[in-house]
């Protein structure tokens, strides 16, 4: 069974960085397409950036481009989403997600969700 744990979320204010981490169990990590999404209150969960079983391919949702980063350390299992130049909008739940073979924007694409870690940012 693939679990996934986020950390790194916070308090932090506007103009400012945080970075998440997702760390996976398993020995098949480098197997996963990983992705981050997060859902804002009241909304829907949208996608945010989504990166390729070695790292070599991302892709961002249009409102973080040149913001976020997302990359991934295949030996310690674990995907980053470092944002900087945060805005008020950024704030939500983020959750990294995990899926076979190639990356996805869509929710229901993903088989393996963490439970989220909360970024709040303040005006």
């Known amino acids: 069974q693939v679990q996934l744990v986020e950390s790194g979320g916070g308090l932090v204010q506007a103009g400012g960085s945080l970075r998440l981490s997702c760390v996976v169990s398993g020995r098949t990590f480098s197997s996963y397409a990983m992705a981050w999404f997060r859902q804002a209150p009241g909304k829907g969960r949208e996608f945010v950036a989504a990166?390729?079983?070695?790292?070599?391919?991302?892709d961002y949702a249009d409102s973080v481009k040149g913001r976020f980063t997302a990359t991934r350390d295949n030996a310690k299992n674990t995907v980053y989403l470092q944002m900087n130049s945060l805005k008020f909008e950024d704030t939500g739940d983020y959750y990294c997600?995990?899926?076979?073979?190639?990356?996805?924007?869509?929710?229901?694409?993903?088989?393996?969700w963490g439970q989220g870690t909360q970024v709040t940012v303040s005006s």
């Open positions: 997600a995990a899926r076979r073979t190639v990356m996805q924007r869509s929710t229901s694409a993903y088989d393996y």
């Open positions: 990166i390729s079983l070695g790292g070599g391919f991302t």
